[in-house]
């Protein structure tokens, strides 16, 4: 059996085999858009990892031979003391599960690549950096050491992060928090690395935070993952390298403008995470006008392949752009009925597509509610509206304090950022905010994807889990005060405000004269009986249950 297959414009397999990171790498291949070279593990070699508990026969020796291929294609050695291959590890189920199983970033760095990469380079500190980001991410995904263990390294050079010796000072403290929690030192065989990375990909498959993810999204259990290794594209090899994430539409409306974040310097995890600041995506257009410019080219050439919103990620090192990931938009809501009338408009897909597109239950979203008349003592904070809506209910700190509260009402989860580890806190919330990060964020993406309301990098808000509450200037809320969030405007306040609907979208009035008439209805039959959504709801099933009479389709 073949488990192993390469990440090139001639494969054939389908995203159930190469699961959908790899299965749309290959898109980009054949679209000829920038894609770092690798291979990927497919899906089946996870379900059978699943049940023996270990690697299947053949992997290994398929393994060695992908990477042979790999060296030769960038004429790297991996983990070699010249020229050093330095890979990531990403998993990728068939059905997009964002964030919700592990990466391993610059896998191949034994101490012996990370010097042959400083001299080759001509720069320490970026090697080093390097090297610590792989033992980071080892040591989180790998290994199982906590995430407050590795938090505490990072504070604890907080002021000499960019220099020398205080990156020495933090991977010195990794190994041994490596060593003490698996007994073991970090593997100096770079081939060691990638079948322990490998094996904790598959294993992801299985944790809380996966099982509750498909769960909610109604994923089966028994799909696995497919594990994807491509050679490393250094978003902080210097201030003319970084990563980002975007949009061909903005995910919170669907207006065609590109959309999303960038920072520079840095690797993808610093976005994605909302660790770190991160600027606006247009921030690229002055900066590195080349990047922005092939960017906007491959949003456009991938909305027109996918017919639809896209998202990718992607990295520039040195002034040259790849991209790392791409997938539909999947927008909810307000944003979803605008894409698909839009695209319907353009000629772009027919009408009865864009009447399957659009789920009745997200109309309920579409008439954005918004907090109005607050007194300015009331507003508590003010951050980066990331997901549309309103939610009101009592402050929970932790994912855990979230689920357990949820129990009796409504609650709002505050957190510094989410991680995959929020993910039941997440779901048992009404809404989140978050400290830090960006629309694009974790809690942003997430938050999207759940329709639930959401305020991140609320800059000035400090969540102490371990007090059971929450600083702003001189406030103190404790767990279990009435909060309320604009996910629009960015606003938290305390206490319940007043709220009000928007008025008819004028999408929303076209998609439903087109399910009318699908439908067989009068253009007015139902016109003004609700104001909650439920009428419009009705309206747009009777057009899809008349579509997939037809042979139109499946369910959106």
Request: proline share 6%.
């Amino acid at each position: 059996m073949t488990w192993i297959h390469p990440l090139s414009a001639e494969v054939e397999e389908s995203a159930d085999v190469l699961g959908g990171k790899a299965h749309g790498l290959v898109v980009l291949r054949r679209l000829g858009l920038p894609v770092p070279p690798g291979f990927v593990i497919g899906t089946r070699a996870c379900r059978a990892y699943l049940r023996t508990g270990r690697a299947p026969d053949g992997l290994d020796a398929e393994l060695a031979g992908a990477v042979r291929d790999l060296e030769a294609a960038t004429r790297r050695t991996l983990g070699g003391s010249e020229r050093p291959l330095a890979v990531s590890v990403r998993s990728g189920g068939p059905v997009s599960m964002p964030g919700m199983m592990s990466t391993v970033l610059n896998l191949g760095l034994t101490s012996k690549a990370t010097a042959a990469l400083a001299a080759e380079r001509g720069d320490q500190r970026f090697a080093l950096d390097s090297r610590l980001r792989f033992l980071t991410s080892y040591a989180s995904e790998v290994v199982g050491v906590g995430q407050e263990a590795l938090a505490a390294v990072e504070r604890a050079i907080a002021g000499q992060k960019g220099q020398v010796s205080g990156l020495e000072t933090a991977i010195h403290q990794v190994e041994r928090l490596i060593h003490e929690q698996s007994g073991e030192p970090v593997p100096e065989d770079a081939a060691r690395q990638l079948a322990l990375a490998v094996e904790a990909v598959f294993s992801s498959w299985d944790t809380p935070r996966a099982k509750t993810y498909r769960a909610l999204h109604d994923i089966p259990g028994d799909l696995g993952t497919a594990v994807t290794v491509q050679a490393m594209v250094f978003g902080n090899r210097d201030e003319r390298s970084g990563t980002g994430v975007a949009f061909s539409r903005d995910p919170n409306t669907g207006e065609l403008l590109p959309f999303g974040e960038v920072l520079f310097g840095r690797q993808g995890d610093d976005v994605v995470s909302g660790t770190s600041l991160t600027g606006p995506l247009h921030e690229l257009a002055e900066r590195e006008p080349d990047v922005w410019v092939g960017l906007l080219a491959a949003l456009d050439r991938l909305e027109e392949h996918y017919r639809d919103a896209c998202y990718v990620e992607f990295t520039f090192e040195e002034g040259e752009l790849w991209i790392l990931q791409v997938r539909p938009g999947r927008f909810v809501g307000r944003a979803a009925v605008r894409v698909a009338v839009e695209l319907a408009e353009a000629g772009t897909i027919d009408r009865a597509e864009a009447l399957l597109r659009v789920a009745p239950q997200h109309l309920a979203q579409v008439r954005t509610p918004r907090i109005t008349a607050v007194e300015p003592g009331d507003v508590l904070t003010r951050g980066l509206g990331a997901s549309p809506g309103v939610a009101v209910g009592r402050v929970a700190t932790t994912a855990d304090s979230a689920a357990r509260l949820a129990a009796g009402g409504p609650v709002v989860l505050l957190r510094p950022e989410t991680s995959p580890l929020d993910m039941h806190g997440l779901a048992a919330a009404a809404g989140v905010v978050t400290a830090r990060g960006g629309p694009t964020s974790h809690a942003a993406v997430v938050a999207r994807a759940m329709g639930k309301p959401a305020v991140v990098g609320a800059s000035g808000l400090t969540v102490d889990a371990a007090e059971s509450c929450v600083r702003v200037g001189g406030r103190t809320l404790p767990e279990g005060t009435l909060i309320a969030l604009d996910g629009t405007s960015g606003e938290v306040v305390v206490g319940e405000p007043r709220v009000t609907a928007a008025a008819t979208d004028p999408h929303l009035r076209r998609l439903l004269a087109w399910a009318d008439a699908v439908a067989g209805a009068p253009a007015d039959a139902v016109a003004g009986t609700s104001t909650d959504g439920r009428a419009e709801e009705d309206r747009l099933a009777a057009a899809q249950e008349a579509l997939r009479a037809t042979g139109h389709g499946a369910r959106p």
